[in-house]
């Protein structure tokens, strides 16, 4: 009997295993085509990115080695638990930056790497069902924005990668969930999801904009007439027009830089019935242009000279 053979026959006879099983299949289902709509897994394209999550898996993999020879040497404890769950935080974040897709191929690396036969253990499937699943909740609310967007994804995404997909591991291994066997199962991972989970609020959204660059579930910019109260009181402020006078008619002439003038300023239109008339055309006067920004002969005049235009 295969191993598909004894997982269906498993599933017609337990309900628990096979809703379990259900659920985790469902979620994994929503979570890969959002990051298929969205593409998110092409940006491996691009040698830097690839180089990161490359980076990123072998971290994570040096991580766990270290960890496994800490808990041959010292034995188990809680120093050696809190080393092993670190290695959630490299795969983590770079999870969070790209999207489900690349989150699953982080996770098929390491489980490449950590695997002992041909095909990676329940334990890492179901790792890779978490991440797929924090790469779909990266979406919104995105780390890009918020810096507890983080942590909050991490731990949404345990809770629900483990209670589908983790819960069906441990009544295929039990044969039954009952409190006591949950806890035994997820007491030695809570501490390095709590450790991953304070790692991730430390990193601030610029963070993720400036060292993971091109993503494809990165939130849109904010559109200029919604700017955030932030950005609008990051921006500096206009300092005042600095132009020479024979500057200012080529200026002037260009209409869509006349609201963007912010120096008081003296222009005269004359009228276009005034052709073949006296010298006294009306005229709109739509500023004053301080003496200091006239040349010698205007201000020792003691009064503005008009530009027409």
């Known amino acids: ?31 890969l085509g959002t990051g298929l709509v969205r593409r998110d897994a092409l940006v491996l394209v691009r040698p830097r990115i690839l180089l990161r999550v490359i980076g990123a898996v072998v971290v994570a993999f040096l991580i766990a080695t270290l960890a496994g020879t800490l ?5 188990p404890s809680t120093w050696t638990r809190l080393a092993a769950g670190l ?14 897709g690349v989150g699953l191929v982080a996770a098929a690396l ?14 890492q499937a179901v790792f890779a069902l978490e991440l797929l699943v924090l790469g779909w909740l990266a979406i919104y609310p995105s ?13 949404l995404a345990y809770a629900l990668a483990w209670g589908t997909g983790g819960l069906a591991l441990l009544e295929a291994h039990t044969g039954t969930v009952t409190p006591a066997a949950l806890w035994a199962q997820q007491r ?23 060292a993971f660059p091109h993503s494809r579930i990165a939130p849109p910019p904010a559109p200029e007439g919604r700017a955030s109260p932030e950005a609008t009181e990051a921006q500096p402020a206009r300092d005042p027009m600095k132009l020479t006078y024979p500057d200012l008619p080529r200026v002037l002439a260009r209409g869509r830089r006349r609201a963007r003038l912010t120096a008081p300023l003296e222009v005269v239109h004359r009228s276009p019935h005034g052709a073949g008339r006296s010298p006294q055309t009306r005229c709109r006067v739509h500023g004053t242009l301080k003496p200091k920004a006239f040349p010698e002969a205007a201000r020792s005049s003691g009064a503005p000279r008009p530009i027409a235009t």
């Not at 191993?3 to 994994?28: C, E, K, N, T």
């Not at 790497?113 to 334990?123: D, K, T, V, Y």
């Not at 991730?200 to 400036?210: K, Q």
């Open 188 to 210: 030695p991972a809570l501490l390095g999801v709590g450790a991953t989970a304070l790692l991730l609020a430390l990193v601030p959204p610029i963070a993720y904009r400036r």
């Open 110 to 123: 390491v489980a490449g790497l950590q695997a002992n036969g041909w095909l990676p253990g329940w334990q």
């Open 87 to 100: 290695e959630r935080f490299p795969l983590a974040l770079v999870t969070l930056a790209y999207g489900p």
């Open 1 to 31: 009997m295969t191993a598909l053979q004894r997982l269906l026959d498993a599933a017609r006879h337990d309900p628990v295993f096979a809703y379990s099983l259900l659920a985790a299949g469902l979620l994994a289902l929503v979570s």
């Open 143 to 155: 780390p890009r924005s918020s810096r507890w967007a983080g942590p909050f994804d991490a731990l």
């Open 71 to 75: 808990t041959q040497a010292l034995g």
